[in-house]
C-alpha cells in the first residue's frame, strides 16, 4: 500500500503549485519555450566532415596559388592565355567525386612522398582536346569533342600538360610541407581506379581553365588520410593569402628560354629628308 502523506506534504505540494516554482532538488520540466532557445544543427553521418572550415579556407588558399602558377606555365608553353581559378572546394565521399566525373576522362593518380597514399588529379575532355589540339597547331574554331578515351599518342602529348600541373603542385606544397609529387598512373574511367574506401571522406578542389572561347574543369580530389598529417599546420597558420616565393634559378631559367624563343616584330625609321634627284 502506498505511503500517506501527512499534513506538512500536503501544505509544501499545494504552496508550490500555487506559485509555479518547482520543489528544490527536483529537475526542471521540458517546455517548448526553452526548447526554442537552444541552437540545433543537422548532422549527416554519412558524410562527416573531417575537414574544419578554417582547414578547408587554407586548402582553397594555397591551392588559388596553384591556379595562378599553373595557368601562367600552360600559357607560356601552349603561347596563347590560359585562364585558371578555383571554382569549387568541398568535402564528399569518395563515391560520390568519381560518380560525378564524365566517363571517359583524363584521370591521373600522384604519389606524394613523404606523405602515404594517392591523390587522382583529373582533367575534363571539354578542354583537354582543345589543348591537344593547340598542341598540334590547331585554331579550336570547329574543334569536335570526341566521346572517346585518349589514344597513346594523346596521352603522351597530355603528359607534358600533366607533368607542369604536378610540378606546380610540389612548388605550391612546398610552403606548407615539403612533399614531392609524382604521376604513377593514368586511366580514362575513373570508375576502375579505387585509392581509398567508397566512404571515405575526400576534399575535392575544382578548377576551371579558359582557353580562348574553350572552357572546362581541373580536379584534385585529395584524401583524408593523405592530408590527415598535415592538418595541424592548416589550423595554426594564416593563409589568408598565397605568398608567392622567390623564383628558383630553375623558373629563372625557363622564363628567359621563353623569352628567347618569342617573336616580335620591330619597325625601325631613319632620320627623314627631302632631296632633289640632282642630289641623289
Known amino acids: 500500500m502506498a505511503d500517506v502523506l501527512d499534513q506538512a506534504e500536503v501544505d509544501a505540494l499545494l504552496s508550490a503549485v500555487s506559485t509555479g516554482a518547482p520543489e528544490s532538488g527536483e529537475s526542471e520540466v521540458f517546455s517548448r519555450a526553452r526548447a526554442k532557445q537552444q541552437e540545433v544543427r543537422t548532422y549527416d553521418f554519412k558524410r562527416p ?7 578547408m579556407r587554407s586548402l582553397e588558399a594555397i591551392h588559388e596559388g596553384f591556379a595562378r602558377n599553373f595557368g601562367a606555365s600552360l600559357s607560356a608553353f601552349l603561347r596563347t592565355i590560359v585562364e585558371a581559378r578555383v571554382a569549387t572546394i568541398e568535402q564528399l565521399t569518395y563515391s560520390e567525386f568519381i560518380h560525378s566525373l564524365p566517363n571517359p576522362t583524363c584521370f591521373n593518380l600522384l604519389t606524394c612522398s613523404p606523405l602515404e597514399g594517392q ?8 578542354i583537354i582536346y582543345p589543348i591537344i589540339d593547340r598542341l598540334l597547331g590547331g585554331s579550336n574554331a570547329e574543334l569536335f569533342i570526341p566521346q572517346r ?13 600533366t607533368n607542369r ?6 612548388e605550391v606544397w612546398s610552403s606548407l610541407v615539403e612533399v614531392q609529387f609524382e604521376l ?15 566512404n571515405e571522406v575526400v576534399v575535392v578542389i575544382g578548377l576551371e581553365l579558359k582557353m580562348g572561347t574553350r572552357a572546362g574543369t581541373l580536379t584534385l580530389c585529395l584524401p ?4 590527415e598529417p598535415v592538418m595541424s599546420k592548416l589550423a595554426t597558420q594564416s593563409w589568408l593569402a598565397y605568398q608567392r616565393k622567390a623564383p628558383s634559378k630553375e623558373q629563372q631559367q625557363r622564363l628567359a628560354a621563353n623569352l628567347k624563343r618569342a617573336e ?11 632631296i632633289t634627284m640632282d642630289d641623289l
Not at 49 to 55: C, L, M, P
Not at 119 to 126: D, T, V, Y
Not at 149 to 161: D, G, K, P
Open 165 to 170: 600541373a604536378v610540378s606546380t603542385l610540389t
Open 184 to 198: 604513377t598512373e593514368t586511366e580514362s574511367n575513373p570508375h576502375l581506379v579505387q585509392i581509398v574506401a567508397p
Open 224 to 227: 583524408f588520410n593523405v592530408i
Open 119 to 126: 591523390i587522382c588529379l583529373e582533367i575534363s575532355p571539354l
Open 149 to 161: 578515351a585518349l589514344t597513346l599518342i594523346e596521352w603522351r602529348l597530355v603528359e607534358r600538360i
Open 49 to 55: 566532415e573531417r575537414v574544419s572550415k578554417d582547414q
Open 264 to 274: 616580335l616584330d620591330a619597325h625601325v625609321f631613319l632620320a627623314e629628308t627631302t
